[in-house]
């Protein structure tokens, strides 16, 4: 079975580029959580869907930064414009119910020059 | 808000040895699950062994094991017969179950080193 899809697995873009990470869930998953890891700040939620529909997006950082899932099996995460201090990895990952553990993609690393 | 502390920023082991990895928790609820993640550099999140606070019996996976004290708020994991492929960084996890579907809250990590 396929796993968490994400993509680009890097992307190296300058500042004020618009920036689109990408995730594909584990079909049947009706979960959708974004993380970001940093050095200084270790893994932190950034937003989660449930059902497609956000339910907390509290750990975005600001309005530049911007999330989609737009069906079941697709969703976005979009920083514009991308400033350095977005450089980060961002980590998908999907759980197919309460009791479930989550399943990670293997990340995009995101360096903004 | 719910907490997770690792006070263990880098530990070492012989291969073939035992090691400890500790883990804390900070929470007000009663119905939550705990994990540990192992990331190699690859980066890929690999998880290692869940435990559910309702069980009283600690979980295990084959060499991984851990010590869950649900009265301390204590979460260890230990790795029996250490092997070279077990060097990575190790992230203890939470998650209520109170709500539904909800995400990972996660400590700072534990870096562990496999010496031949």
């Known amino acids: 079975d396929a796993g968490v899809i994400q993509s680009p697995r890097h992307e190296v873009t300058e500042m004020g580029q618009e920036v689109t990470l990408r995730c594909k869930p584990i079909s049947g998953h009706n979960s959708l959580f974004w993380y970001r890891q940093t050095m200084m700040r270790g893994l932190e939620l950034l937003i989660y869907?449930?059902?497609?529909?956000?339910?907390?997006d509290s750990g975005m950082p600001e309005d530049r930064f911007s999330a989609k899932m737009p069906n079941a099996s697709f969703s976005t995460l979009k920083i514009q414009p991308s400033e350095p201090r977005d450089s980060a990895v961002y980590f998908c990952?999907?759980?197919?119910?309460?009791?479930?553990?989550?399943?990670f993609g293997d990340g995009t690393r995101l360096s903004i020059l | 808000a719910q907490t997770v502390t690792q006070s263990q920023p880098e530990m070492s082991v012989q291969e073939a040895e035992t090691v400890t990895l500790s883990c804390t928790y900070d929470?007000?609820?009663?119905?939550?699950?705990l994990f540990w993640y192992k990331q190699p550099p690859s980066r890929q999140m690999i998880l290692v062994i869940r435990q559910e606070a309702y069980k009283q019996q600690n979980a295990t996976e084959n060499r991984f094991s851990v010590n869950f004290q649900k009265a301390a708020k204590s979460f260890s994991l230990k790795i029996s017969d250490s092997q070279l492929g077990d060097a990575a960084m190790y992230f203890c996890?939470?998650?209520?179950?109170?709500?539904?579907?909800?995400?990972?809250?996660f400590g700072k990590g534990t870096r562990l080193s496999v010496i031949a």
């Open positions: 929470t007000s609820e009663s119905d939550y699950y």
């Open positions: 996890a939470y998650r209520s179950a109170v709500r539904g579907n909800t995400p990972l809250v």
């Open positions: 990952a999907s759980s197919p119910g309460r009791y479930q553990p989550q399943h």
């Open positions: 869907f449930n059902n497609n529909v956000p339910i907390d």
